[in-house]
């Protein structure tokens, strides 16, 4: 065991876990930020989906010791009031039904957003392409990424 100290949603936290642990079991069960879900384990389908400096990672393969210096985000800590534009979209085009999947959905979408406020829609359909929802959601995805993008 070691003892890191992580930057996350702008608080600093101590946590002594092994250096291969991934950042997703320190969030969830270090931490107890329990917005970033698990979901295959092996960074494929997306819902674990945080933020590293800005950029998008699957905290399910992110060991702790990779982090040092960086600042991590978390769905919690994407907008106090959940009132972010990708949030705001999601609520206005009803993109969830089981919902499991959508923190890491959103956190991507922020994440392109940061990087290419007026992506096009293949940018759109591209960039979320690694998250998977099991709901087949993608059609009210891709339009709500695209809402925010005008409203950024």
Known sequence: M?????????EKYQ???????????????????????YGCGIAQCGACTI???GNAIRSCSFPISSVGEMKLTTIEGLSEAGDHPVQK????????????CQAGQIMNAAALLQRNPSPSEREISQAMN???????????INKAVMEASKTL
């Not at 946590?15 to 320190?26: I, N």
């Not at 998977?132 to 009210?140: F, L, N, P």
């Open 130 to 140: 690694g998250n998977i929802c099991r709901c087949g959601t993608y059609t009210r």
């Open 2 to 10: 070691s003892l890191f100290t992580i930057s996350v949603n702008n």
């Open 51 to 53: 933020h590293a400096d």
């Open 89 to 100: 979209a999601w609520i206005k085009f009803d993109v969830s039904q089981c919902g499991y």
């Open 15 to 37: 946590v002594d876990v092994d250096a291969d642990t991934p950042v997703l079991w320190v969030l969830r069960d270090h931490l107890k930020l329990l917005g970033t879900k």
